[in-house]
């Protein structure tokens, strides 16, 4: 580091000092709840306060992926809360750019709706959602069962609306798919129209500035918005726990709730377990769509 | 041949081109000038169809094309930022026109390298737009125009985010590639150097109208108007309120309140009597021997740029500008004479529009 | 509006493209909410008698609404549970961590991660963390920190509910703000801050009279998304307290859970519903009105 | 042919494997058994969505025996009266047993194939050490006093009735309805079904916990906490820092037996059993229904639900349950069956089913449960008195049930 | 007087200021070019105070100001977009710098309307910044800059957001300020029209090192080397690498590759013989009757301006520009003479260092 003058030196010190120490302590604030569900998971006698383990072990792993489903509740999760994620990508990206060039009237009444939805909350909406979605399995189910006789069973599972994959998926990602839109439409805001307009004059039809050009473009943004719809769907339980019966299709949440179906004590071993690995998945998509997403909030919010 | 008829766009309420007529000849350079606003880019954005026209016609090469999308015009857009696009290499940028097409790869190559070797860009097909200098982006942008084999390309500012040198350099590029292609072009600037040096035909907008249209000279020597009188030469024409009689000599008379008197030449019964503007360039303003010209008046302002000098003279109110060859070593508060070159001398009416003395005629 | 063919194209090829999201968004939230709408003036529920023969009441929910103690208490906890944590909590915290990730620093990658991690918790998951923390008395994880400074620890979550359960969900939420802060500082260039200082401003004296002023947009926006999101939080909550003790920590959305899954008034859950969407609506029109908030 | 099953916890669907294939084999179908991984209320709110929606399994077990009669009225339970009478296993059934399967409206919808029974278990070798009587307390007044004894004499806490919201439906089910049968308004319904709750009785059994609570002679502190039984039961009983509880049969076996991870030695010599005294006398082995089994009225193969509900009813089934959850199998034959007599803990339970008396179930009684658990919250947190529960109580069911409903 | 002994500036390891002494008197007007990146604006933030100084000493009258916080050197500073508060009006914005030091309203007022009245901004005092024109930001910087009573204004690259019309309406602007004002003014541009026409005194800064300092016309004249001698003047002067030679004539005599063949005058054996570059500005070459120039070439690019003519002639590797008055009709393709002012050549050795000629002496 060059030298810096003195005065100017002492100043930036201690102002540096002073942000050193704000961020520890809020640093420490952030990461303390953390420790419990770390040391408690490597804990053969774990309890619900936090404690040093006595002996160390990976038994409570061992249990979640041997004695219990871990993998394909896993599995599920990641399956049900990515291919929602995807989606609402999709949408998002397709929706969060008309929003952002179309001059129509209803822009601003749109876009200001999908925000104040969003203080209802599902518990809300589950009934009607719920009844609405079963008469769309049963449409479905009418329409396949006919035609693939005692097969309609297990591809109802990955397309019906209730107690299958796709149902699910869509309901997730429809839950997200308000904030998302904003977050895209910020962005594409942001983002020339030059672009567009020479792939437009490059003889890009729609679909294709979309995918060439715009997607690409979009990247950062697109992260962002997909990283949060993940997490949000990710920790949702109250949606899969209605929607979901088959004991193939249950989420991470859910086998959380087995730790709570001992005949006596919860297991907290078995809990902390699960729940870093529920953790996990949504801490690496942190990691991965961290560096995109002040890109793209710097380039949407007004200064 | 591009043809626009009495054509018309509106935002909203407001009307942004207001009925504007123009003729660009096949091979034509054609540079659209104006101040901020007047409309140029509408206009190009228009031709290109990046957007609608809300009245009168587009025509290309005889076809009325106002409601043929983009990509179908034969038309090539070069932008002010270039737009390139950045996550793909230089040799994707300029045949991604071709892949949309669904050419084939060995086809595109062979294309895509044809064009880098017209624009010197051959060395540089793998990099991405990043990693490229300013006038290497041009040329990208330009390689994905042309590349197209457009009858009509449309540049819209395309030097105004490089620093001066590099502009002067890319100028020089861009004339060189235009008679290479022999394509007709569409520049938009409001940069008067850049039109003035690479224009065949120039067309001055002023707020959604044609103020004129013609050669950079005829534009430069023979304005049709004060707006284009000013707008086109620097430093800028002076124009001054003059007082026109017409004594018993049967000349025409100029007389300006600070003690500037002129006869005109041949000007004759065309020029009504009374109050008019005169225009006068910088340069056809000349230092004279003491109490020999026209005019005396007192310096204020002095630029001395080495091979000539630029002298602001007169009042605050009148300021004069007077360009002489050479480094004058005057200082403020000097006082100078001063001739007119009466034959390079214009005369506007109250509507700014030009008053013809007979040379011009 | 739109005069000639080309804009017209563009709109109907944009409305195209928005279409699968509006359609999504009609069945499965729009539809719904309407349904919710029309169960508020039934008697509904999930299971008794009014399950096998569900009445058209009329706005008798409503008339019950309003003289429900427990829901303007619910009203209120969501209210300062909003103030606390969304507009103080978590503003405060993510614009202190924004300046000062804004310096140039060590460990900024560091800091900044740990700070989002809360944010990457699931809610469940993030529960139970704060269980370990707070309840339970002495052997929970904050009685043991402080009664290492000599305070004497308290059963947090049954003597300070609200401020609990305000501390949990600012912890959770410091990274969005600071997220959105970052970005609007971001936008506030750094010639102004050279221009202050050259003018003699002091470092609060810059932070009330530049900074401040200048992130109001920013701050408006990030205020009315924070305040919407926190309305509608109920699993963190849940798994804490359930609403309680007493009513302390009935969110709203909480109350509408307790009514639709505890007691199985749909109905009544469902007017609930209705009516904190319409308090919402009002402020956040009025908000924005007010603050001419740009989008 | 296919029925599904819809259950709930590890231990239940344990015990029903062997029961599922004799079903699939008897009656050449397919069971599938549907896994509802959640705590019992929310495996009650899955399972009333789906009802009320009209998608739910063809057969479930009911976690909590209060939101039977409302299930009923809901119209979403198919009855079984005429089936169950002349299913030959019926007859062998505990008198208890059949009457709680018995709905306001004198049909029988629920399978009552296995009963919980709680008593009051206390620390015998804590009280013989500190020279406490250890006979049958006989009134109410009798077991206070018990308990401030032995908290004077120990200083170990005396007493714990299950209380407070986080119990869930515990604090009604393991708590109060063991000292409303003994009090003086013993039932909560009268003749035409309405709930009658502003009894004297229900302000005197409040008055019990509110003495517990005010006399320190209960723990408070954890009963709060996220899960309220944790820490007394399998912490401070077994180090005899509470000296007595409610417990049911399972106790022996899991929270302190040979299942426990934290067992005391020698359980049944050292922990002994009361049974609830009543208010002024008398003795209540109060059963009720442990995961009752219905039918789903809008299956579409109820005959067939209708068999193997028979066979859950089922001796073989009775002991399997019991054997993983501890409760008591309401078939007297079950004392016959081998497997039941190596239970050794929960035999003399067992015989003494025939004594038990039970709560009159009605409609409503899920609102109840959770106004009692609200109630015994706030004396939990020592915020009002008996009458002001019983206040809340009251003003709960009515807020959410409607005025009408209370009498 | 505002002075920098050997000054340093190091960003890590980087060496970006490398030993500069520069000394500007009270009222200079004094101008800081070179290429972008050179460190022009480190070195004025320097003297700002902005940014601390590694090494040597900065002494504004007689003081050393090396640890003098920013405020308190009584130096102002105008920025190159000129940040100011966007939140506050013109008046806020001008008198910021007194009410953070909680002088009372009415004093500052006073002061503000003072300030404003110089600058003609009375009627702009309840504006806000967005609500107004380049040219009036411009003067609200400027007035937040002397209200502070400055003895130095530093201005970073003022004017180079502004488009050429404004830019040289500004250039006027600030001329009279300093004129008016009287204060000592440091001025950093890469623009070098700016510097020539402004300037007292030019510094031209090149990699952190100064090239030379001096009066504009000085630099024009005499540059100390060809970094200066090719920055300073456009277009910008023409390179040629020539082989000198001392024939039996006594005259240095200077050979170009492509047959350009000059005797220089007076040099005598001050010019070693061997390579060197000659320099030569476009305005110092003339055209001459067919064959009765120094050379002869083609002409390949021909940019008429009107008022002058800049034609490009030579080869692609070797191009010559040169100057012409007037507006000249030649196409490209022709050949031209041209005859070379010799007693404005420069010669620069292999390390581009300046051969004085005689003359130059
Ligand atoms: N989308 C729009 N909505 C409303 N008005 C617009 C829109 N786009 C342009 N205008 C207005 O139309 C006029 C012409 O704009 P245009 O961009 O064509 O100007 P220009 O000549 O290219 O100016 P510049 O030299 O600044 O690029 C301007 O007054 C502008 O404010
Ligand atoms: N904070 C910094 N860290 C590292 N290097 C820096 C920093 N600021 C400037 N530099 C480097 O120092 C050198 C001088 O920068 P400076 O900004 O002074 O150039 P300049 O002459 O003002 O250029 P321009 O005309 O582009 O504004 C440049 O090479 C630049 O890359
Ligand atoms: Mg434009
Ligand atoms: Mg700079």
């Known amino acids: 580091m060059a030298v810096i003058s003195p005065s100017e030196n002492a100043n930036k010190t201690r102002s540096d000092l002073l942000a050193y120490a704000t961020l520890s302590l809020i640093s420490i604030f952030c990461a303390v709840p953390f420790f419990w569900v770390l040391l408690a998971s490597f804990d053969g006698n774990a309890q619900l306060f936090l404690r040093w383990p006595e002996q ?163 990247l950062p943004g697109l992260a962002a918005a997909g990283l949060f719809a993940f997490m949000s769907a990710w920790g949702d339980f109250l949606l899969p726990l209605i929607f979901l019966s088959s004991p193939e299709l249950q989420t991470l949440p859910l086998g959380l709730f087995r730790a709570f179906l001992r005949i006596n004590e919860i297991d907290y071993g078995l809990l902390a377990a699960l729940a870093f690995i529920y953790l996990l998945p949504a801490v690496v998509a942190f990691g991965f769509a961290r560096r995109f997403l002040v890109q793209t909030f710097a380039g949407g919010v007004k200064g | 041949m591009i043809n626009l008829r009495n054509v018309r766009k509106f935002y909203g309420a407001l009307e942004v081109i207001k009925g504007v007529d123009i003729i660009v000849e096949d091979g034509e350079f054609a540079v659209f000038v104006g101040p901020s606003g007047c409309g140029k880019s509408t206009l190009l954005r228009m031709i290109a169809g990046l957007e609608g026209i809300d009245d009168g016609d587009l025509i290309l090469n005889g076809k009325r094309i106002n409601d043929v999308p983009p990509d179908k015009r034969g038309i090539a857009m070069v932008f002010q930022s270039y737009a390139l696009y950045p996550h793909m290499t230089v040799a994707e940028n300029i045949g991604f026109s071709l892949s949309l097409k669904k050419v084939p790869e060995a086809e595109i190559r062979r294309q895509v390298e044809a064009v880098a070797e017209i624009l010197q860009l051959t060395d540089y097909l793998d990099r991405r737009p990043a990693a490229l200098s300013g006038g290497q982006r041009q040329r990208v942008a330009i390689g994905r125009a042309i590349i197209k084999k457009p009858s009509l390309i449309l540049f819209d500012e395309p030097l105004s985010n490089l620093d001066s040198a590099l502009r002067v350099q890319m100028r020089a590029e861009l004339q060189r590639l235009h008679r290479e292609l022999k394509a007709t072009v569409v520049y938009v600037t409001h940069d008067q150097v850049e039109a003035m040096t690479m224009a065949d035909r120039i067309v001055v907008l002023n707020k959604g109208v044609v103020a004129q249209q013609g050669a950079p000279m005829t534009l430069y020597h023979q304005p049709d108007n004060e707006f284009v009188a000013t707008f086109i030469g620097s430093p800028k024409m002076n124009t001054i309120p003059v007082l026109i009689t017409r004594p018993s000599t049967g000349k025409t008379h100029a007389q300006s309140p600070f003690g500037l008197s002129l006869d005109l030449p041949d000007a004759g019964a065309v020029v009504p009597q009374g109050q008019a503007t005169l225009g006068i360039r910088p340069e056809h303003l000349k230092i004279a021997a003491d109490g020999q010209g026209d005019f005396s008046a007192e310096v204020f302002i002095v630029e001395r740029l080495g091979v000539e000098t630029y002298m602001t003279v007169g009042s605050q109110e009148q300021p004069i500008v007077v360009r002489a060859e050479g480094d004058i070593a005057l200082r403020p508060g000097d006082r100078v004479s001063l001739t007119a070159d009466t034959s390079a001398c214009h005369l506007f009416d109250s509507t700014g529009r030009v008053i013809r003395l007979t040379q011009a005629s | 509006m739109a005069r000639n063919v080309h804009e017209r194209r563009t709109e109907r090829q944009l409305l195209l493209i928005l279409l699968p999201s509006l359609a999504l968004l009609l069945a499965f939230v729009i539809y719904p909410a309407l349904y919710s709408v029309y169960l508020s003036f039934t008697n509904e529920a999930l299971t008794g008698a009014a399950a096998l023969r569900p009445r058209f009441v009329g706005i008798r929910n409503y008339a019950r609404l309003l003289n429900d103690a427990t829901f303007w208490n619910a009203l209120l906890v969501t209210f300062l549970f909003v103030v606390g944590s969304a507009v103080i909590g978590q503003f405060a915290l993510g614009l202190v961590t924004a300046m000062a990730l804004r310096r140039r620093i060590h460990f900024r990658r560091l800091f900044s991660s740990i700070i989002l991690l809360p944010n990457a918790a699931p809610e469940v998951v993030a529960g139970f963390m704060w269980i370990s923390m707070l309840a339970g008395g002495e052997q929970a994880t904050l009685s043991r920190i402080v009664s290492f400074f000599g305070v004497t620890p308290a059963d947090w979550l049954q003597v300070f ?83 309680g003790p007493g009513g302390a920590t009935e969110l709203v959305s909480i109350y509408i859970y307790n009514q639709s899954f505890t007691a199985f008034q749909l109905g009544y859950g469902a007017a609930v519903a209705v009516v904190a969407l319409l308090i919402s609506l009002i402020l956040g029109v009025g908000y924005v009105r007010a603050m001419k908030v740009e989008v | 042919e296919t029925i599904r099953i819809a259950n709930h916890g590890q231990a239940g669907i344990d015990a029903m494997k062997s029961t599922v294939e004799k079903i699939e084999k008897k009656y050449g179908v397919t069971v599938e058994v549907v896994e509802y991984p959640a705590p019992d209320k929310d495996y009650l709110t899955k399972l009333l969505t789906e009802l009320g929606a009209g998608n739910a399994p063809d057969l479930f077990s009911i976690p909590t025996t209060a939101a039977v009669a409302d299930m009923v009225e809901a119209g979403y339970l198919a009855p079984v009266t005429k089936e169950i009478k002349a299913w030959d296993g019926y007859a062998n059934f505990y008198d208890v047993a059949k009457q709680l399967a018995v709905s306001p409206d004198g049909e029988t919808y629920v399978m009552p194939f296995m009963l919980g029974i709680q008593e009051i278990y206390y620390r015998k070798d804590v009280l013989d050490k500190a020279g406490i009587s250890t006979e049958q307390p006989k009134t109410w007044k009798d077991l206070l006093d018990r308990a401030a004894e032995i908290k004077k004499k120990t200083g170990a806490y005396g007493l714990l009735f299950p209380a407070g919201v986080s119990w869930g439906s515990g604090a009604f089910d393991e708590g109060f309805q063991h000292l409303i049968v003994g009090s003086k308004t013993p039932q909560l319904v009268d003749a035409d079904g309405k709930l009658d709750l502003n009894g004297e009785g229900v302000k005197d059994v409040f008055d019990v916990y509110k003495q517990l609570i005010d006399n320190d002679l209960m723990p408070t502190q954890p009963l709060l906490g996220p899960e309220p039984w944790v820490v007394p039961k399998y912490q401070m009983f077994p180090a005899g820092k509470l000296a007595a ?163």
Not at chain 4, 282 to 305: D, T
């Open chain 1, 56 to 218: 160390w072990s990976f038994a409570n792993y061992q249990r979640v992926f041997t004695k219990e489903d871990g993998a394909k509740w896993l599995f599920n999760s990641l399956f049900v809360v990515g291919g929602a994620t995807v989606l609402v990508m999709v949408l998002a990206g397709l929706g969060g750019y008309a929003l952002s060039r179309t001059r129509a009237w209803w822009k601003l009444p749109f876009l200001y709706a999908i925000l104040l939805i969003r203080v209802l909350p599902p518990t809300a909406l589950v009934v009607p959602l719920y009844k609405f979605l079963l008469t769309l399995n049963n449409a479905e189910g009418a329409i396949l069962r006919p035609i693939f006789g005692e097969y309609a069973r297990p591809i109802m599972r990955w397309t019906g609306f209730i107690d299958g994959y796709l149902g699910l998926i869509l309901v997730l990602a429809t839950m997200q798919l308000p904030l998302a839109l904003w977050i895209m439409k910020t962005f594409f805001d942001g983002l020339p129209r030059d672009y567009e307009e020479a792939a437009l004059m490059d003889g890009a039809t729609l679909v294709q500035r979309i995918r060439r050009v715009l997607i690409p473009l979009a």
């Open chain 3, 161 to 243: 509910p609200l401020s609990m359960i305000i501390v949990v969900n600012t912890w959770r939420g410091i990274a969005t703000a600071m997220i959105l802060l970052t970005a609007g500082l971001s936008t506030i260039p750094n010639e102004i801050y050279e221009a202050a200082r050259m003018d003699g401003a002091t470092p609060s004296q810059m932070f009330r009279r530049i900074t401040l002023p200048l992130m109001m947009p920013t701050i408006l926006l990030y205020m009315l998304i924070s305040a919407v999101s926190t309305i509608a939080v109920f699993g963190l909550v849940y798994a804490l307290t359930r609403g």
């Open chain 4, 245 to 407: 509880t409610t417990c049911g049969s399972w106790c022996y076996i899991f929270d302190w037996g040979r299942e426990s991870k934290n067992p005391i030695p020698e359980v049944t010599k050292v922990v002994g059993t009361w049974t609830v005294p009543g208010q002024s006398g008398g003795q209540y082995v109060l059963a009720n229904l442990a995961a009752p089994w219905a039918i789903n009225a809008k299956s579409a193969n109820v005959e067939l639900a209708k068999k193997a509900l028979m066979e859950i009813g089922s001796v073989e089934t009775q002991v399997s349950y019991a054997a993983r959850i501890g409760n008591i199998p309401s078939s007297k034959d079950a004392a016959k069956n081998a497997d039941f007599q190596k239970l050794t803990e929960l035999v003399p339970i067992h015989a003494a089913a025939e004594k038990g008396t039970f709560l009159k179930q009605a409609s409503g009684f899920g609102t109840v449960s959770e106004g009692v658990a609200r109630a015994t919250e706030a004396l939990l947190r020592k915020e009002t008195d008996a009458a002001g529960a019983q206040k809340i109580l009251v003003d709960y069911v009515k807020e959410t049930l409607g005025d009408d409903v209370v009498k």
